[in-house]
């Protein structure tokens, strides 16, 4: 086991198989030294964690929540990565990360729920996890998921 998965077990946490694309995409793709991730949701043993926006109100998926489904996304998203490089020590740093949160229109907290992937991914990498980000609200993710993310990471063999 790498030295970040023995960081993300210490979180009580392990890297998942790769979630299995729901269109026509590769979970990541190499070229040269960067990995690019698709779009991660919070899938959980190939079903959806939630679905529907994110906001406060009855019906709604809480910002709470939906931080813990981009730590999901994260998770999901180093083991595209994982699948590609095999051991994740030889991930030198994470680069950039994007966020996307189906939100209620009046929701303005895509940050914070962002953050539920950028602590995991500081936590799993070490300094090598701070990475530059985007946090975007959208109208509708694919499956009425509540969040996805995406990141970009560079990579040593």
Same mark, same amino acid.
């Given at each position: 086991m790498s030295a970040v998965e023995?960081?993300?077990?210490?979180?009580?946490?392990?890297?998942?198989d790769v979630a299995m694309p729901v269109a026509a995409y590769l979970p990541?793709?190499?070229?040269g030294n960067h990995i690019f991730t698709s779009g991660q949701l919070p899938m959980v043993s190939g079903a959806l964690a939630?679905?529907?926006?994110? =906001?406060?109100?009855?019906?709604?998926v809480s910002a709470?929540?939906?931080?813990?489904?981009?730590?999901?996304c994260a998770l999901?998203? %180093?083991?595209a990565v994982k699948a590609l490089v095999g051991d994740l020590d030889k991930v030198t740093r994470v680069i950039k990360v994007v966020g996307f949160v189906?939100?209620?229109?009046?929701f303005t907290g895509q940050p914070g729920v962002v953050n539920g992937a950028s602590e995991l991914l500081g936590a799993a990498f070490g300094g090598a =996890?701070?990475?530059?980000?985007?946090?975007?609200g959208v109208a509708v993710l694919p499956l009425d998921a509540?969040?996805?993310?995406?990141? %970009?990471?560079?990579?040593?063999d």
């Open positions: 023995d960081r993300l077990a210490e979180l009580g946490l392990r890297v998942p990541a793709v190499r070229d939630a679905t529907g926006k994110v =906001g406060t109100g009855p019906g709604l709470q929540d939906a931080e813990k489904l981009a730590q999901i999901n998203a %180093i083991a189906a939100s209620d229109p009046a =996890g701070v990475h530059a980000r985007s946090a975007v509540p969040v996805e993310v995406e990141i %970009i990471v560079s990579v040593q």
